[in-house]
């Protein structure tokens, strides 16, 4: 069993699913707006045996359950600007059950949605780390009192730019032994031909609004990188050796979505 802390829009739905494919299909979903609830559940789960392979959501690091905290733990992180731009994209489509009442897509005020107290967009990565509420204020050192608790917790640490160097290193510090298969974006329900309009002076907003988040990317980015030191050569290198790996032993259905993921290799 092992935990995953989804911090929103950084990759954790395609994520999931590559968790599945290592651990099992069994996911409990842990939601941070029914918190007490969810671990309720969880807790009476764990306690008749429910066998349970990954534990995920959008949660804190710590709920109160010794033998979840316990747990192995991975997360990814990304650019406060890129998720926050991804966030309010999916806000603006009518997406986020959570948002759309408080914010609908008519009439969409990107700045209000950016300087809200909402949880999915005020410093979500180090308020799940840290397990501070909305309402608590937070300055840069708080980003760095959140790098030091994934760094104390030996939380294994993803970055989203850098997806694929994050399960190469996945794979090898958890002993994974099958490929990964990078899914194609999901645009169904995307709508066609549009586009929020974002502009420069909601870039701003993000730089003083997400001081925390941001400080905690810097160091956690800086600290892969030191960890991961992969060039785009070495990094398809190795993503060609666990294609060959996974075409010995699995199913040829499967192995031509690897090679999809080789083909669109950034």
């Not at 029914?34 to 534990?55: A, K, M, T």
């Not at 009518?94 to 009442?101: A, D, E, V």
């Given at each position: ?147 030091e608790r994934l760094l104390e ?114």
């Amino acid at each position: 069993m092992i935990r995953f802390l989804h911090i929103p829009k950084t990759a954790g739905t395609s994520f999931v699913r590559v968790l599945q494919q290592q651990y099992g299909p069994k996911v409990f979903t842990l939601r941070n707006t029914h918190l007490s609830g969810d671990v309720n559940c969880l807790r009476e789960r764990l306690e008749i045996g429910e066998r349970i392979n990954v534990i995920s959501g959008h949660a804190p690091l710590d709920i109160g359950l010794p033998q979840v905290d316990e747990l192995e733990c991975i997360l990814f992180l990304r650019n406060p600007l890129r998720r926050l731009r991804s966030m309010c994209q999916h806000v603006w489509e009518g997406k986020s059950g959570n948002l759309i009442w408080r914010y609908p897509p008519e009439g969409f005020d990107i700045k209000k949605l950016l300087r809200s107290n909402e949880w999915e967009i005020n410093n979500t990565a180090t308020r799940s780390i840290l397990g501070l509420k909305v309402s608590e204020p937070l300055d840069s050192e708080a980003g760095s009192v959140a790098f030091e608790r994934l760094l104390e917790r030996d939380l294994r640490i993803g970055i989203t730019e850098k997806y694929d160097e994050s399960l190469i290193n996945f794979g090898k510090i958890c002993g994974w032994r099958r490929a990964f298969i990078k899914e194609k974006k999901n645009v169904a329900r995307r709508h066609v031909g549009r586009k929020m309009k974002w502009v420069a002076e909601h870039d701003e907003v993000v730089w003083e609004t997400q001081v925390a988040d941001r400080v905690l990317y810097e160091l956690a980015s800086a600290h892969f990188s030191e960890q991961v030191p992969l060039s785009g050569v070495q990094r398809r290198g190795k993503l060609r050796a666990l294609l060959a790996f996974f075409n010995y032993f699995y199913s040829r259905a499967f192995s031509s979505q690897a090679n999809h993921m080789i083909r669109n290799e950034r």
